[in-house]
């Protein structure tokens, strides 16, 4: 289960650039919430991010995407609900929107004010 404060990113596909900047936005119990339009090709998240976050005590992500570093999401601390996963990694253009309402995989997210 995963329930905090929405912290909603929209990403190009396969972009990670603005996760990074949430993660280190986000507020202890933040749930950072991923619109990456459900693109499979390239992980937005991964082992690194997953340390980042917990570090920052961040209560999970819901990612419209994939993640990467399987075997470390599954040592626990942290939740993650992806789309699925892959092994290629991102890009990071920079490209991306955040503190906007929208739904992912067609369930509603509010954003932070």
């Known amino acids: 289960m995963l329930c905090g404060p929405a912290l909603t990113v929209k990403v190009r596909p396969g972009d990670n650039l603005m996760i990074h900047k949430a993660i280190e936005m986000a507020l202890p119990g933040d749930v950072i919430v991923v619109d990456g339009a459900g693109d499979l090709t390239q992980a937005l998240i991964g082992g690194l991010m997953r340390t980042s976050a917990i570090t920052k005590k961040i209560a999970g992500f819901v990612i419209d995407g994939a993640i990467r570093d399987l075997n470390e999401w ?40």
Request: glycine fraction near 16%.
């Open 74 to 113: 599954a040592e626990g601390g942290i939740a993650v609900y992806a789309r699925g996963t892959t092994l290629c990694g991102p890009s990071k253009d920079g490209l991306g929107e955040m503190k906007l309402p929208l739904a992912v995989a067609e369930w509603p997210s509010h954003r932070v004010i």
